[in-house]
């Protein structure tokens, strides 16, 4: 028997418990805890048409990967005014802003940058002392056009919030209305099937789509273990992510992993199975499957 044989009638055996039961699937919190049996509902901003990507504030510097000649929106509770980043020129960046919306286009491939927004503050009746925002912008050729809508929760709760603007975008506030509810188990049943359910038991899901990947290849997901890891595939549903990666244990022993050591920002982690056989053993595979509030590649830390 093969080896890629036997690891594909391993994970083909372990598909009833992820196609069947949604409650056997142990999905981790980014705390660590396991899920309740009944799934946290989350709710979607899914559309095809009109793509939003939803990012809630929390004053942690925001990864933005723009796509080199591509014009991107980033939309923000209320009006804003910008510093570009310093080490930026104005031949690799083009920045505009119209009220509360930040017009960015790359003309030239660059790292990472530190955009530096401000809101308006009603209080004072100037820029001065409202909310900052801290983007960290990067660009290539793959990089995402997505339309992104800031949520600032300490904006509507002091009542500064400018709901004039927000009832403005009708398109977003028409596809958060008309969005099914997808939850995190949901994704996972959903990309361990397509990954290794037969043909004839795959199904499209009409709020599931698959993105590009934008890593091919990763270095030291997984702290305290020598790991090849390499992304497989990547969805997005309901408003979140989950991006499936291939895990290879690279030592001369057995490995238990555990779903709280992976790097990154993660909703959740699931493990196909936790126990690795050594190296060039038949079970030195599995996958892990990473939700996520951001693309793949921007919920990467190292």
Same mark, same amino acid.
């Given at each position: ?71 991107? &929106?980033? $939309? ?18 083009? #920045? ?104 004839? &038991? ?42 499936? #990666? ?24 699931? &493990?196909? $199975?936790?126990?690795?056989? $050594? ?24």
């Amino acid at each position: 028997m093969t080896r890629k044989l036997a690891t594909l009638i391993i994970c083909l055996s372990l598909l009833p418990k992820l196609l069947v039961a949604a409650q056997d699937v142990t999905v981790y919190r980014s705390d660590g805890t396991a899920y309740p049996d009944k799934p946290i509902k989350v709710s979607g901003s899914y559309q095809e048409q009109t793509a939003f990507e939803r990012i809630f504030w929390n004053k942690t510097p925001v990864a933005i990967t723009l796509k080199t000649g591509k014009e991107r &929106l980033i $939309h923000f509770p209320d009006m804003v005014r910008v510093r570009p980043p310093e080490e930026r020129t104005s031949d690799e960046l083009k #920045v505009s802003v119209v009220d509360n919306v930040v017009y960015l286009k790359a003309l030239d491939d660059f790292t990472t940058g530190r955009m530096r927004v401000q809101a308006f503050n009603h209080t004072s009746g100037s820029f001065e002392g409202g909310a900052m925002y801290f983007l960290d912008l990067s660009a290539r050729s793959n990089g995402s056009t997505e339309q992104i809508q800031f949520i600032d929760k300490t904006l509507r709760q002091s009542g500064k919030i400018n709901t004039e603007q927000l009832s403005d975008k009708k398109s977003f506030s028409a596809a958060q209305e008309q969005q099914p509810t997808i939850d995190m188990v949901e994704l996972v049943r959903f990309a361990s099937q397509q990954l290794y359910a037969p043909e004839r &038991l795959i199904q499209s899901h009409s709020a599931i789509y698959r993105l590009p990947l934008q890593i091919k290849k990763l270095k030291s997901l997984y702290r305290g273990g020598e790991l090849q890891s390499i992304p497989l595939a990547s969805w997005k549903g309901g408003g979140l992510y989950i991006t499936a #990666v291939k895990l290879q244990n690279k030592t001369k022993m057995k490995l238990t992993l555990d779903p709280r050591l992976f790097r990154g920002q993660w909703r959740s982690r699931t &493990l196909q $199975h936790t126990g690795l056989s $050594h190296f060039h053993s038949e079970t030195d595979t599995t996958t892990v499957y990473l939700v996520s509030d951001r693309p793949f590649h921007e919920s990467l830390w190292f």
